[in-house]
Nanobody, 120 residues
Framework: QVQLVESGGGLVQAGGSLRLSCAASGSIFSINAMGWYRQAPGKQRDLVARITNGGSTNYADSVKGRFTISRGNAKDTVYLQMNSLKPEDTAVYYC??????????????WGKGTLVTVSS
């Protein structure tokens, strides 16, 4: 089994910053990609940012230029630096990882989420 544990959410005023962290642990052979998704009340879960093992990144248009995704040196941790936060960024943020648990076993995992609330 693989566990993803997020941290760093909280309440911040518009224009402020937060840094989310997600650490993966368990039966991990390697991690192909990690990412952050978010889900606001009454809305679907959408991609915020994703980073591959090779360092390629992609972002939702709504966060480009404000959010930065990065991975730790051990490649089992992913961060999301969120700057210039807006009230519309309020959501539960979920960590996601595409994990190889063996040479031929690939599975996708989710964390439990961390709440980010941006006040106006």
């Amino acid at each position: 089994q693989v566990q993803l544990v997020e941290s760093g959410g909280g309440l911040v005023q518009a224009g402020g910053s937060l840094r989310l962290s997600c650490a993966a642990s368990g039966s991990i052979f390697s991690i192909n990609a990690m990412g952050w998704y978010r889900q606001a009340p009454g809305k679907q879960r959408d991609l915020v940012a994703r980073i591959t093992n090779g360092g390629s990144t992609n972002y939702a248009d709504s966060v480009k230029g404000r959010f930065t995704i990065s991975r730790g040196n051990a490649k089992d941790t992913v961060y999301l630096q969120m700057n210039s936060l807006k009230p519309e960024d309020t959501a539960v943020y979920y960590c996601n990882a595409d994990v190889m648990t063996g040479y031929y076993s690939n599975m996708n995992y989710w964390g439990k989420g961390t709440l980010v609330t941006v006040s106006s």
